[in-house]
């Protein structure tokens, strides 16, 4: 049988032991729970403590200055600061899920620290009401909470991460509730959370859209708390009953008459099986069946529900006080036969080299895989490392003769155990249950030791665990450069990069930022160097001021979103002749800024060229400009913005100059901005916007059509336009107004130097025969002739000049061309024949 000092200290409730360890020995000094206000986290977080301003207490050489003073659970202090904070009387102070600490005060000025004591900026304010009328009582959760003023108003800041105070729905209340309650959020219907206040013989329910009234003749309820997942709520009345009942109040599920109805001073769940209540020096747990049990206690005590259990803090130690788990029970229970306790008890026979060990595996050799099973969890839920040792022992040793059980459990189990033993060390303070342990999470349980600067101990679990070791070395790495003003910064950064470099994933930006902000920037530089992704490297060198860095690394990178993050940095911060200087050299950032000013900043990337000598480039852009202007609708009819756009014109013709490379586009601007004044001044004179950006052949054949030939031979004498493309647009500009008396004129005044074609071609498109004819007898060319007589339907005369060109190719397409008119394929024919070509068919 297993020993009977562990049961020993059971107590018996109903038929569910309890127990009720100690865990710590605390070892603050001269702390006196009764003169302080105390805030201590679940999952076994850090302890708050500051001096009640709300009593009077004796000063024991001590400062008349509070002192908010942080502990662990074993009472080793972490961090203290003086309260200066202005806002009154300090009303209630809580830890949220991130251990944060938020203390509320009187004005409704909402005060965070970190568990360094540092204060969280910016502070909150739960608004103008409760500044008016003070905040009187506050009830904190998860992380929330809900403050009723002295008009009996309730604010609530639902998250403190996002700490937005609202106002919920007005009570009506005209005296103040004799209790209060909330349901967090993650247990409403509608996501929100709900206050319950005890008023009267009946509860309040109170939202942020409304109130109800809820639990008709229950009360007065003189105290109330919600369960851990929110279903079930306990309540003590006025005449001292003690009330489980469902959260939406449909029944009671138990009651029990206290022989007392004086309040307790705490009302707290144990767990999800018991409530545990309060008073002066006494503290007793009621549960569903029995009686319940009581423990006295000469000290003030402070009680902590958690999931499992309630952790009971006194002046001088913390306790567990928690439901005895039924692997531990079936174990260790007086007079126990289960399997489990003849599978512990064998170990010992066997450690004494009994024959008895023998004869307990022959009983529970059918039940050796529970028992192996049992021994493991129970080691488990156990503080005591000898004894947690002992029955894992049990559990290999049944395991030995238990082919069925997987070993993999006890090597899970001892892991466990020795992560949850390394955190409950007094130096650390974290007394976690196996399954609170298991609630939090490891990487959660990794998050905390490392905002506690427990570095060393968070990278071994990290390790022992096979987990991401970067966070945690991220974390060092960042206090390390906060804490160590005094090293230089090069001895410094060998010691940083000695642990960064454990992990490969490590961001050694993240580091150089935080370096920076510290003021340390010569270390930040450092730092970044060894940073191997550019979209991390390049911004934080922007952000230290190595602008010139910066841009070697994002050219490298070949990122071109980095390089324009670079160059419209250095655009800002810079000079424009220092951004030109930094890029001339760099192709890359050269030929990207170059793109994007051609088309946002023309301006500047002129200056940029002028820069460095690029004219030619200048004269390009100040073309490009005046073509720009051209499309403004005012530059015409005349406009006077002509005048600016061949000012540009002739400053790109003198850039053009001054470069040998460029004589073309020189004179091509020179000629340019020559026609376009010419052409300015003809619609002036014409008074019609048609001249301006045609070509010289249109304006000369505008200004015939127009009438004007003295301007349209003034245009062919300026761009010495050549005799033969003068008779050409001469010749179709008359045919297009029908001038054939003027045509006829043109074409007598000199032998044309084109031939008369131009005239022919001019008079058949405007379907003028007549006035074709008078010019086809005049073509040289007996082909020219024909194809011309054919053009205007004159057959007979068509096949007497081809026959004159004695072409049979000519002849036989003409007569495929004619070959609708009969007679004329007759022609055709009958030349054909007298001929006989050779190649006519």
């Not at 160590?484 to 960064?500: G, N, R, Y």
Request: aromatic share 8%; net charge negative.
């Amino acid at each position: 049988m297993a020993g009977v000092s562990i049961a020993a200290e059971w107590q018996l409730l109903g038929d569910k032991y309890y127990r009720k360890p100690e865990i710590y020995q605390l070892r603050w000094k001269n702390i006196d729970l009764a003169r302080n206000k105390v805030a201590c986290a679940p999952f076994g977080g850090p302890i708050a403590v500051i001096r009640d301003d709300s009593k009077i207490v004796q000063l024991y050489a001590e400062s008349a200055l509070r002192k908010l003073r942080i502990f662990n659970s074993s009472g080793r202090q972490i961090s203290e600061t003086v309260w200066r904070n202005p806002g009154g009387r300090l009303i209630g102070l809580s830890w949220t899920d991130e251990q944060v600490l938020v203390c509320v005060t009187q004005d409704g000025t909402v005060y965070r620290y970190d568990i360094h004591a540092k204060l969280i900026e910016p502070n909150v304010s739960l608004g103008h009401e409760c500044f008016e009328h003070s905040v009187v009582e506050c009830v904190f959760w998860g992380n929330g909470v809900v403050c009723i003023n002295e008009a009996f108003q309730l604010f609530c800041i639902p998250d403190f991460k996002n700490p937005r105070p609202c106002k919920l729905a007005e009570t009506a209340l005209e005296e103040f509730p004799l209790c209060m309650a909330v349901i967090e959020p993650q247990y409403t219907m509608s996501g929100n959370v709900e206050v319950l206040l005890g008023a009267g013989d009946h509860v309040l329910l109170v939202e942020e859209d409304g109130v109800q009234t809820v639990g008709d003749g229950l009360g007065p309820l003189q105290k109330m708390v919600v369960s851990h997942n929110g279903k079930l709520m306990a309540s003590f009345t006025h005449d001292g009953q003690l009330l489980v009942m469902p959260t939406d109040f449909s029944s009671i599920i138990f009651e029990y008459a206290c022989e007392s109805a004086l309040a307790p001073e705490q009302l707290v769940w144990c767990g999800m099986d018991s409530v545990l209540l309060y008073w002066d020096d006494v503290l007793m747990m009621v549960g569903p069946y029995g009686d319940p049990v009581s423990y006295l206690y000469d000290d003030p005590i402070i009680l902590i529900p958690e999931c499992d259990g309630a952790r009971i803090l006194s002046n001088s130690n913390m306790e567990f006080l928690q439901r005895v788990p039924s692997s531990t029970e079936s174990i260790f229970k007086i007079g126990s036969t289960e399997p489990a306790a003849l599978l512990y008890d064998a170990l010992d026979h066997f450690d004494r080299r009994s024959a008895k060990a023998d004869e307990n595996l022959r009983l529970i050799r059918s039940s050796l895989p529970e028992a192996v099973e049992a021994c493991v969890d129970a080691a488990g839920h156990e503080f005591d490392p000898l004894l947690q040792q002992t029955l894992l022992r049990a559990a290999s040793y049944g395991q030995a003769f238990c082919s069925q059980f997987q070993r993999e459990s006890i090597q899970e189990m001892s892991k466990t155990l020795r992560v949850l033993n390394a955190v409950r060390s007094p130096e650390t303070g974290i007394p976690l249950s196996i399954h609170q342990y298991k609630m939090l999470t490891p990487s959660v349980l990794i998050g905390r030791l490392v905002n506690a600067h427990q570095h060393l101990l968070a990278l071994k679990i990290s390790d022992y665990l096979g987990m991401n070791q970067e966070v945690v070395i991220m974390h060092w790495a960042c206090s390390k450069l906060t804490v160590s003003s005094a090293i230089p910064d090069a001895t410094l950064l060998e010691i940083v990069l000695d642990k960064l470099k454990l992990s490969r994933s490590i961001s050694y930006a993240a580091v150089a930022a935080h370096a920076d902000q510290i003021g340390r920037r010569k270390l930040a530089a450092m730092l970044v160097e060894h940073e191997p992704l550019s979209s991390k490297q390049v911004p934080l060198l922007l952000g230290i001021g190595e602008e010139d860095t910066a841009l070697t690394k994002a050219t490298e990178s070949g990122d071109t979103d980095l390089v324009y993050l670079v160059l419209f940095h250095i655009w800002n911060k810079r000079p424009p002749l220092e951004l030109f200087g930094m890029i001339q050299a760099r192709p890359l950032a050269r030929d990207l800024f170059v793109r994007y000013a051609r088309c946002y900043k023309h301006e500047f990337l002129k200056d940029f060229f002028l820069s460095t000598g690029q004219l030619h480039d200048v004269a390009f852009l100040l073309w490009k400009e005046s073509w720009e202007i051209a499309k403004n609708p005012m530059a015409s009819r005349g406009s006077p913005l002509h005048g600016p756009r061949i000012k540009l014109i002739e400053k790109a013709q003198n850039l053009f100059a001054e470069t040998k490379e460029h004589v073309f586009e020189s004179k091509a601007a020179e000629e340019h901005a020559k026609l376009l004044r010419m052409q300015h001044e003809l619609e002036v004179s014409t008074k019609q916007p048609i001249f301006v950006d045609s070509s010289i052949s249109d304006t000369i054949r505008t200004c015939i059509v127009l009438g004007n030939h003295r301007a349209a031979l003034k245009v062919k004498t300026e761009f010495k336009v050549s005799e033969k493309r003068w008779y050409w647009l001469k010749v179709f500009a008359l045919a297009t107004i029908r001038d054939w008396e003027a045509l006829e004129k043109f074409s007598k005044e000199k032998r044309p130097p084109t031939g008369f074609k131009p005239f022919v071609e001019a008079c058949i498109d405007n379907d003028e025969k007549s006035e074709a004819v008078k010019y086809i007898s005049k073509l040289a060319d007996p082909r020219d002739r024909a194809e011309s007589y054919a053009r205007i339907g004159m057959a007979k005369e068509a096949a007497e000049a081809a026959s004159q060109s004695k072409d049979g190719e000519l002849l036989e397409r003409l007569r495929n061309t004619l070959q609708q008119n009969t007679t004329a394929s007759s022609i055709f024919d009958t030349l054909r024949d007298r001929l006989s070509f050779p190649g006519v068919s």
